[in-house]
């Protein structure tokens, strides 16, 4: 099974470096662009499904993709992004000095860690365990499928079938509208393609 992981395209709070967690941001006009640039790399692939979050900026990214794949979009709440609680709408740079203790744990990130008032990394592995679980169960192994995500969310797709300790979530760089590719077999998870944004120069130099 190949299963191609995609994040959503640029908003006005990714832009801005602020949390946007469970906050329901659209994309930008670039965000647009670059999730019409990604359609245009992944229909080589021939997925056999598309899965969304159902968050409107994940959702807008794979409804371009699957406009240009001629495939539908599944939504599936559990690829949503963490709910950062008390933090969403901050900018990145003030967590640090307005909550020390809590950024510190957070950044350490082990299964306990999570924003005050918001989702613990424990809670993500568990919804995204299920959905690996239920994909691997229901569907064929030779299939291509995409999952247009967030950032916290792939991380912990690369942790669950890479089978990482926690604490390396943040060495994942997980960049707007980048591609990541994994191959899952019986004997073998093979991580192929990490926060690949080749796609987006190439349709910069197109314009």
């Known amino acids: 099974m190949k299963l191609i992981l995609v994040r959503h395209g640029e908003t006005k709070w990714v832009r801005q470096h ?3 967690g469970s906050t329901d941001i659209p994309l930008n006009q670039k965000g647009i662009l670059q999730a019409r640039a990604t359609g245009r790399v992944l229909k080589e692939e021939k997925p ?3 899965y969304s979050s159902a968050l409107i900026r994940a959702r807008q990214t794979a409804n371009e993709i699957a406009k240009i794949c001629r ?5 599936d709440e559990r690829l949503n992004e963490l709910c950062f609680g008390q933090w969403e709408g901050k900018y990145h740079a003030s ?4 909550f020390p203790a809590a950024a510190k744990a957070w950044y350490t990130a082990n299964w306990h860690s999570c924003p005050p008032e918001g989702e613990s990394l424990r809670s993500l592995s568990g919804r995204i365990s299920s959905f690996l679980k239920d ?3 229901h569907y064929s192994k030779n299939d291509t499928y995409i999952l247009v995500s967030h950032g916290g969310p792939i991380r912990m ?9 926690p604490n390396v979530f943040w060495t994942f760089r997980v960049d707007p509208a980048s591609i990541s590719i994994l191959y899952l077999t019986i004997n073998r998870k093979e991580l192929v393609l990490l926060n690949s944004q080749i796609h987006l120069n190439h349709s910069r130099r197109r314009k």
């Open 71 to 75: 495939k539908e979009v599944v939504i």
């Open 48 to 50: 056999k499904r598309i």
């Open 135 to 137: 994909l691997s169960n």
């Open 18 to 20: 602020r949390y946007q």
């Open 95 to 98: 967590i640090h000095q307005q």
């Open 157 to 165: 797709f690369l942790i669950r079938i890479l089978k990482v300790a």
